[in-house]
């Protein structure tokens, strides 16, 4: 697998024909290269991305529907062969590569339909004379840096949305799992999207965001990815007067109360939990119980934890791939040893499995202090902080207690208290007895230290459109 750049057009290897390496996570076999981009290949982009904006622009909205509905049934007609590449190169069972690819078809299906929404507004003027008309016009070229944790949803969401409103793009995809993200793109330019309107590029990430974001052709940028990082890109999009889309880091809190269908609550939970090995920014981290049904939520949520499989994502019984690089096992052996250090119980997991592959058993920790660093650093992996509570106040203050708020969850059969978690719950995504937080049709995004603005829903749009006011007398 030797994935190349697509700029203008045209696969092509890098200016310098350098190349990085693409190793399988769950057998650290090296399987195929990506073509690193050079401030030439940047250049190239960038002047096609321009170039494409000119005529996506003037692409009439039933146009850009047209061809967004037909990439998503090229994308569910090649899900199989897609999924493949993605397990190789990212891990995640086979069956989630699958269920995300999907979702991404879903994705470009809802901005097609956007397409034909994305309109103004007539405003009543204060003469007979004088018409006053809101338009809503595209931003122009974006720039888009994606995760490796979902390499095609998260890049489906940038792409829909811009290609709805009439935004031509340059996409820096995840150099460790590039295969399915060119794939998708493959996918698009198939379906009959114009040279130039969509680009791809892989390399040095920061050499990268360095160049296009302050470069005058970009007008917005669009992340994903770790909240230091989503802080330094902001930045550089603030010094420039760049819009800027930040989908960062969580550390969700699950609060349980003694009134909910613990049922629900564990399978619901234990599903988020370990989706992806855990490396996903809405998955719940901190659970909090209410202590009467504690015991009980925390035995059968271990009990669900050792029963997953983990393995290679190419078996099909599989529930739990690799984490995706070396860094990741490094990262949850300290979490989990400064927990016990700092006083928590390791109920379950907590080690790596085995010397080849990158897997990392199920973990749940239990009574961890509020001093531990996965009490107050995102894990993203799968571990579970199982604590307990008393009152109402008390989960509020802990689910509130960091500077994260992307997604949150909890479980109560009472209207009342479902009613004051949802408003007083700081997050941009509060699930009550349930979790689908992704459906395309839904605003997706966090605030304060997670992030602002939305990748689902019609909000998605807005950040691609400018108004503009345009007010005329009768001559």
């Known amino acids: 697998m030797d994935v190349l750049l697509y700029i203008d057009g045209t696969w092509r290897p890098g200016a310098a024909r350098r190349t990085l390496d693409v190793i399988n996570p769950a057998t650290e076999e090296h399987i195929g290269t990506v073509a690193r981009a050079e401030r030439a ?29 037909r990439a998503a049934a090229l994308l569910r007609e090649r899900i199989e062969p897609i999924a493949q590449i993605m397990t190789r190169e990212q891990g995640k069972p086979i069956k989630e590569a699958k269920v995300e690819i999907a979702v991404a078809a879903d994705t470009l299906d809802w901005f097609a339909e956007e397409t034909r929404r994305a309109y103004g507004r007539t405003v009543p003027a204060r003469a007979p004379n004088i018409t006053n008309l809101v338009l809503k016009e595209p931003v122009g070229p974006v720039a888009a840096f994606t995760p490796w944790n979902f390499p095609i949803n998260q890049i489906a969401r940038k792409l829909g949305a811009a290609l709805a409103a009439g935004c031509s793009m340059i996409v820096k995809a995840p150099e460790e799992a590039p295969g399915s993200p060119a794939e998708f793109i493959r996918v698009v330019a198939d379906a009959g999207v114009p040279p130039g309107v969509v680009n791809l590029v892989f390399g040095v990430p ?98 669900a934890a050792d029963a997953l499989k983990v393995g290679d994502g190419s078996d099909p019984a599989t529930d739990i791939g690799p984490l995706a690089n070396p860094r990741r096992v490094t990262a949850l052996e300290g979490f989990v040893t400064d927990a016990v250090e700092k006083g928590a119980k390791l109920v379950t997991g907590g080690r790596r499995i085995g010397n080849k592959g990158y897997f990392f058993a199920p973990t749940v920790l239990a009574h961890v202090p509020t001093n531990a660093r996965a009490m107050n650093e995102e894990p993203f992996g799968p571990i579970a902080l199982v604590n307990s ?78 108004t503009k006011l345009v007010t005329q007398a009768a001559g």
Not at 54 to 60: E, L, P, Q
Not at 214 to 226: L, Q
Not at 389 to 418: H, K, M, P, Q, W
Not at 428 to 456: Q, T
Request: proline share 3%.
């Open 206 to 303: 920061a050499e990268i965001s360095e160049y296009l974001i302050p470069h005058p052709a970009i007008r917005k940028i669009s992340f994903t990815g770790s909240t230091a990082v989503g802080k330094e890109l902001a930045s550089l999009a603030g010094a420039h007067m760049k819009r800027a889309t930040m989908e960062l880091g969580g550390h969700a809190p699950a609060i349980v109360f003694a009134d909910a269908d613990l049922d629900v609550a564990l399978r619901v939970l234990a599903a988020r939990k370990f989706r992806n090995a855990g490396q996903a920014c809405t998955a719940p981290t901190r659970f909090l119980v209410q202590r009467d049904v504690y015991q009980s939520f925390l035995t059968r949520f271990v009990a």
């Open 41 to 69: 290949d940047l250049d190239a982009a960038l002047l096609a991305a321009q170039k494409g904006f000119a005529v996506w622009r003037d692409t009439s909205a039933f146009e850009r529907g047209k061809i967004l509905r």
């Open 389 to 466: 509570f008393e009152t109402f106040d008390e989960a509020v203050i802990e689910a509130n207690r960091l500077a994260y708020g992307l997604a949150s969850y909890a479980f109560t059969s009472s209207a009342a208290t479902a009613d004051a978690l949802a408003r007083q719950i700081e997050a941009g995504m509060v699930a009550i007895n349930d979790s689908h937080l992704s459906s395309p049709e839904l605003p997706i995004g966090g605030v304060k230290d997670s992030g602002y603005g939305s990748e689902g829903g019609p909000e998605a749009m807005d950040a691609y459109l400018v």
